[in-house]
């Protein structure tokens, strides 16, 4: 059995396609979920956050989200895409206040 594992060809798969688009490349790398809004807005940009709060779908699930990361969001706001929008507009601000401080 081991022999034959041995002998067949590997296949290799080339994941870089140019033609994707860079939406396309950004949701393919971030797969899980979110742990921090922070460290998704450092690590994969504005576009990546965004990518991960379109699995919330509810705006009652996005303001929960949003009071735990401490996130504050408008609750004037009712439809999720501004909900969305505003919680990665307020970890923009979280983030420029921590670049701010350490320098």
């Not at 594992?5 to 296949?11: D, G, N, T, V």
């Not at 779908?57 to 969001?73: D, I």
């Not at 895409?81 to 401080?101: M, P, S, T, W």
């Amino acid at each position: 059995m081991k022999k034959l594992l041995q002998q067949q060809p590997r296949l290799r798969l080339n994941l870089s396609n140019p033609t994707r688009s860079r939406s396309a490349t950004i949701a393919r790398r971030i797969s899980t979920p979110i742990s921090s809004a922070l460290v998704a807005l450092a690590k994969h940009g504005s576009e990546g956050l965004m990518l991960r709060l379109k699995d919330i779908k509810t705006a009652e699930n996005l303001r929960a989200f949003a009071e735990a990361q401490h996130v504050p969001v408008d609750p004037s706001l009712k439809r999720t895409d501004e909900i969305r929008k505003a919680i990665v507009a307020g970890v923009e601000r979280r983030l420029a206040d921590r670049k701010a401080a350490a320098s």
